[in-house]
């Protein structure tokens, strides 16, 4: 089976909308520092990578299904010229209500996911910049790393691991996977 490192969009891999915004066109999609690295990183480590993304801008004919399914390709292309393969996009295009199973902190992507690309759950991660991503990763029984800007101690949030940006999640994330302990579970 592989491992997975789940990935949210919006402030992970890319600049996030400001407050009740969406990121729906290219040219308002600008990769963060560090994210080519990071993902060619888990390349290597041989971690399968999935963005798992709410965009409700779709429920809200902001933008289309079509439109948003061209920019995650577009990002993919774009990360692969930089060296970091994307495996998949999962996106949840639904509103609030009804209910969906797919919506974070619901666990639908990641399960899908670890369906189709026959992922070991209790092996891999979601990180994302959200108390929502979190509970989705524990949802579907991942660890889970926190992106947060502000200095946020590890008892504050139920996160495996806190981080201030994706590359510094991810190398204290290699650092637990080289742990004996950690093995013996994959
Ligand atoms: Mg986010
Ligand atoms: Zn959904």
Known sequence: ???????DRDGVINRKAPEGGYITRWE??????????????????????IVATNQRCVAKSLV?????????????DFLAQHGARVDAVYCCPHELTPVCRCRKPAPGMLLDAARDH??????????????IDVLTGKNARCKTALLTA????????????????????????????SKPSVMTRG
């Open 1 to 7: 089976m592989n491992r997975a490192v789940f990935l």
């Open 28 to 49: 308002d999609f600008h990769v963060l520092p560090g994210v080519f690295e990071s993902i060619a990183i888990l390349n290597q480590a041989g971690f399968c990578v």
């Open 64 to 76: 289309s299904a079509a439109e948003v399914a061209k920019l995650h390709e577009k990002m993919t």
């Open 118 to 131: 026959n992922i070991d759950l209790n092996v891999s991660w979601m990180v994302g910049d959200s108390d």
């Open 150 to 177: 502000a200095d946020v101690q590890a008892s504050e949030s139920s996160a495996d691991i806190i981080a201030h940006s994706l590359l510094d999640a991810i190398q204290k994330m290699v650092g637990r996977i």
